[in-house]
């Protein structure tokens, strides 16, 4: 039972009007609608609502809850097998001793990866996501309440390895963050253009494998720069460390900037 | 893909409207798709087809509308498309961050009786 959203709720009360529309015959006899004018009115109603609005809203909550918190949210986008979870795994070592961290995974099944992020030394909450392509606001909203009163700094949240569907559903995160590795290929954001242009970040991972697949950075770099030209671009190797440092400074002072403006806040108020 | 859940959306909305305009029935639903929202419109035609079966809107006529990617120009306000991962303004030069349209999943109006 979901005291949020009223996920469990039923669904719209459509079933009692099937004997209505059983009697669909009746739209056949077509011209009969102008007889019958006055109680078959049609008329128009304006609405512009966004059929996101419900994720919408709850990624606003989850917005509010971690700045409340004062942690920063990333939500790492890629295709499936782009080394998003190695990626953390190093992460969640190498900062251990600095920051205090969580991770929530998204996978249609199994809770490999969520077990993989544990042995790496920080809570993790697996979400099974069934046939579900893609992450949305609400999963997150209950994962959190799983991970419970832990205290985080940074919260890592591992979407769906898929390149399409994650980037229309806000998560409440600070920061996007696109993975890909270079198995995958120099052309891959000129390819998914829509999920590398709602990126604030691009990890280019598996660099020590750049010269056994010819990948070519240059090439890479004016790719993404295209689809991403605000875009943060970073090359890393998960396996060997590289680049990670540059990452790291990234996280570092993207939490220090969002904890500024809240003691700045505090000073005035004082 | 996620059309399904998307269509459900879609009519839990139309449903509570029509329920508010003390309408029975809707006949007729109109729609903003964006290029970059990842729907595809016939999948999303075909959900919508399953998910209002036997409901208030159920064979309701489907009036979608695709909005290409745009930005608005941020140095002279000018509305331009984006083509070929070009996000320069054809008018001034200024790279845009931002868009503006092309995202979009929006239901505009619907019809109801």
Redesign the interface.
Request: aromatic share 4%; glycine share 6%.
């Given at each position: 039972m979901c005291d949020h959203c009223g996920c469990s709720a039923p669904?719209?009360d459509?079933?009692h009007?099937?004997d209505?529309?059983h009697a669909?015959a009746h739209?056949h006899a077509h011209g009969h609608t102008h007889h019958h004018d006055h109680d078959?009115?049609?008329?128009?109603?304006?609405?512009?609502?966004?059929?996101?609005?419900?994720n919408n809203l709850l990624a606003e909550r989850n917005r509010g809850f971690f700045l409340g918190r004062g942690l920063l949210a990333l939500n790492l986008m890629s295709s499936p097998g782009s080394g998003k979870t190695a990626l953390l795994e190093r992460t969640l070592c190498d900062l251990r001793d600095e920051f205090k961290m969580a991770t929530l995974v998204g996978d249609l099944a199994t809770d490999n990866d969520a077990v993989r992020l544990r042995k790496a030394g920080s809570p993790s909450v697996q979400i099974s996501t069934g046939t579900?392509?893609?992450l949305d606001a609400h999963m997150i909203q209950h994962a959190l309440e799983d991970l419970g009163a832990a205290q985080v700094d940074l919260l890592f949240i591992e979407n769906v390895g898929n390149l399409?569907?994650p980037?229309?559903f806000d998560l409440g995160e600070d920061l996007r963050v696109v993975v890909m590795a270079v198995t995958e290929g120099e052309d891959k954001p000129?390819k998914y253009?829509?999920i590398f242009?709602g990126a604030d970040v691009v990890l280019i991972n598996k660099v020590d494998l750049a010269e056994a697949v010819e990948w070519t950075s240059d090439k890479a770099r004016e790719h993404v720069r295209?689809?991403a030209?605000?875009a943060t671009q970073l090359e890393v190797s998960a396996r060997t460390g590289a680049g990670l440092e540059a990452w790291y400074s990234l996280l570092r002072e993207r939490l220090l900037a969002k904890r500024a403006p809240r003691t700045a806040g505090h000073a005035h108020s004082h | 893909?996620?059309e399904v859940?998307?269509a459900?959306?879609?009519?839990?909305?139309a449903?509570?409207?029509?329920r508010r305009?003390g309408?029975?029935?809707v006949?007729?639903l109109c729609?903003r798709i964006g290029e970059?929202?990842?729907?595809e419109l016939e999948a999303l035609r075909f959900a919508l087809e399953l998910v209002t079966?036997?409901?208030?809107a159920?064979?309701a006529e489907l009036i979608m509308e695709r909005v290409p990617p745009a930005c608005r120009c941020a140095a002279c306000d000018c509305l331009f498309n984006v083509a070929e991962?070009?996000?320069h303004c054809p008018k001034c030069g200024a790279?845009s961050?931002q868009?503006c349209q092309g995202?979009?999943?929006?239901?505009?109006?619907?019809?109801?009786?």
């Open positions: 669904p719209p459509a079933a009007e099937h209505h529309s669909h739209g078959e009115e049609r008329r128009t109603v304006a609405l512009h609502q966004s059929l996101m609005a419900k579900v392509c893609h399409v569907c980037a229309g000129l253009p829509s242009h295209q689809a030209p605000h | 893909m996620h859940g998307l459900q959306q879609t009519l839990e909305i449903l509570d409207a029509a305009e309408a029975q029935t006949r007729k729609l970059w929202s990842g729907v079966e036997g409901t208030p159920e064979g991962y070009d996000y790279e961050q868009l995202r979009e999943m929006d239901l505009v109006s619907l019809e109801v009786a």
